[in-house]
């Protein structure tokens, strides 16, 4: 009875008496109610989260969430976790996003073939406000329909007819780098190849031949400019539409981000006018001689996007905003990640020598002494080089992480994916596995031999991602670096007082080398 009378007490004793005092016990209440509910009602999720290893993981701090982490430390402590649980998922908590890492070749076949995993996940929100929506961040429906559209035009035929673009830049790059060759001391190469690129691309997607200087440069400025963003990656909060406009508006991104469009309008606008007109010549062609003339062949499109038009034409129906978006997500996506490979190359060649050696005499062997263009037939026989790309591209991946949102749970060889995580890919935790690549931190193109390659499960290389929604510009990247890194050895020989030990990364979207690409480059004298 004594004790009975003395729960009651300490009960009324706890119950609120101010009006403070019961808008906390409400608030508490009421919390701990949602909480549960929300446990009750993605109960599926939470049981498959459960079974999934990670490190521990705190309230609204999550698992990783620490602000004086770097991306770069961020990435070691991926691998380190990869590899404690010898390379089987891990989940990690980012505030109240649950992350998923798949490292497994199997697994990663798995989730990017799966038709539940095509969405992309919550960081790409920030590139969606940044460059719109085009393929790169488009929500599924859309990416489905303009992804079928414009496959179509990345065929061989349609990348056979670029290489004057990419031979006529190539050209000019060599003779800038000319200025370096009394140089003692190393250069960093990245400014000159980048320029190269965003050249390349901006007249592969745009046709450049027509616009003045003024407005080139405009572009790839507020391009340069925009790629900036990248570095919000890590910034959560980004990931909310009206910060992140607040932020654009007072760093001035802004700007950028409207020239590129205006630009782009622009250029679409003429192409559209001159499209026109030349559909109205073939008409009156055809009528009078029943036939399409070779003037109108000569005007059959050239670059991406006249190729867009054309299919516009023929019933795709994109709107004016949506060229916009897929032309200025094209040059984006095409331009640092192949800068960054080809400075990685040239540095790695440039350290081992034995193998730029090896690089040469294939050029030699193909080419011999002659100055001329390289045909894409002649391309094809550079098997050596597409090995040394390929390591390069397995050691330093541009894209280090990619992400998508699951919309159903996705069986793996060992575990669940649970509806609504956000699962990622690591091209660098998987490209550094010692099982899949004996000896991971050593640069060696032998792992791409055809015997190693064909060894090995096709998802264990992973730098264009793969699946459906894989790198539509894979082909179109290897040809301009290739040709890039021919013309280049077939000039200047390459070196270096950098070593592997001293590369350091910084990662924001992409992984860049930390403090440049130092070469010098010396005129080639010697004939193998
Ligand atoms: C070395 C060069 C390149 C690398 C390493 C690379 C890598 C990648 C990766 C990993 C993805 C998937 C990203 C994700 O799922 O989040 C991707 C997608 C994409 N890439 Fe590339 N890329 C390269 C060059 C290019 C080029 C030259 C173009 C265009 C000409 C291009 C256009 C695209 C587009 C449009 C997508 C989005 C595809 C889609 O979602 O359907 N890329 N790339």
Redesign the pocket.
């Known amino acids: 009875m004594f004790a009975y009378m003395n729960i009651l007490n300490n009960v009324a004793y706890a119950l609120p008496t101010t009006k403070t005092e019961l808008y906390i016990y409400a608030f508490v209440v009421l919390s701990v109610i949602l909480w549960c509910r929300m446990r009750w009602v993605h109960r599926q999720f939470y049981r498959l989260e459960h079974k999934i290893k990670g490190p521990p993981s705190y309230p609204l701090k999550g698992s990783i969430f620490d602000l004086s982490t770097t991306p770069e430390k961020m990435l070691d402590k991926l691998k380190e976790s990869a590899v404690k649980n010898e390379y089987e998922p891990v989940k990690l908590w980012v505030g109240p996003f649950l992350f998923i890492g798949v490292y497994k070749p199997e697994d990663v076949q798995i989730v990017l073939n799966s038709s539940s995993a095509l969405e992309?996940g919550i960081i790409?929100h920030i590139f969606r406000y940044a460059f719109g929506e085009?393929?790169?961040t488009?929500s599924m429906n859309k990416?489905k329909k303009h992804?079928r559209i414009i496959a179509t035009i990345f065929n061989t035929k349609f990348l056979d007819q670029l290489y004057p673009i990419f031979n006529e830049n190539n050209k000019k790059l060599i003779e800038v780098l000319s200025k370096h060759t009394n140089d003692t001391q190393p250069f960093d190469v990245w400014d000159y190849i980048i320029s190269c690129d965003l050249n390349n691309?901006s007249q592969?997607a745009l046709d450049y031949d027509r616009i003045d200087k003024q407005t080139l440069a405009e572009y790839t400025l507020a391009m340069k400019k925009v790629l900036e963003i990248s570095k919000c990656i890590v910034k959560p909060w980004m990931y909310l539409y009206w910060i992140f406009t607040v932020y654009a508006y007072i760093t001035g991104l802004k700007v950028y981000m409207d020239q590129l469009k205006r630009i782009s309008l622009q250029i679409i606008r003429d192409k559209k006018l001159e499209f026109k007109t030349t559909m109205a010549a073939q008409q009156t062609n055809r009528s009078t001689n029943g036939d399409i003339t070779e003037k109108t062949i000569k005007n059959s499109p050239k670059v991406f996007l006249d190729k867009l038009l054309k299919l516009n034409n023929e019933g795709v129906d994109f709107t004016d905003d949506e060229l916009i978006d897929e032309v200025i997500?094209?040059t984006i996506?095409?331009s640092d990640?192949?800068a960054i490979?080809q400075c990685f190359c040239l540095l790695l060649l440039a350290i081992h020598q034995d193998i730029q050696d090896k690089v040469y005499e294939e050029i030699y062997n193909v080419l011999g002494d002659s100055e001329r263009d390289v045909t894409p037939e002649e391309l094809f026989q550079f098997k050596y080089l597409e090995m040394v790309l390929k390591e390069t591209?397995r050691m330093f991946?541009?894209?280090v992480i990619?992400?998508?949102k699951t919309n159903a749970n996705i069986k793996l060889t060992n575990c669940e994916l649970p509806k609504g995580c956000n699962v990622f890919v690591s091209?660098y935790v998987t490209h550094r596995c010692p099982e899949l690549y004996p000896d991971p931190d050593s640069f060696n193109p032998e792992n791409f031999s055809p015997e190693n390659e064909s060894g090995r499960h096709m998802f264990s290389f992973?730098?264009?991602?793969g699946g459906p929604?894989?790198?539509?510009?894979?082909k179109?990247?290897m040809i301009?670096?290739k040709l890039m890194v021919i013309t280049i050895l077939r000039r200047y020989s390459l070196h270096t007082n950098c070593t592997m030990s001293e590369i350091k990364m910084k990662i924001d979207l992409l992984a860049k080398k930390a403090n440049g690409y130092p070469i010098t480059v010396r005129p080639r004298v010697n004939v193998v």
């Open positions: 992309k790409y085009g393929l790169f488009a990416w992804r691309i592969f997500t094209i996506a095409g990640t192949s490979t591209l991946p541009p894209g990619f992400s998508r091209p992973l730098a264009f991602s929604r894989g790198c539509i510009g894979a179109f990247a301009s670096m």
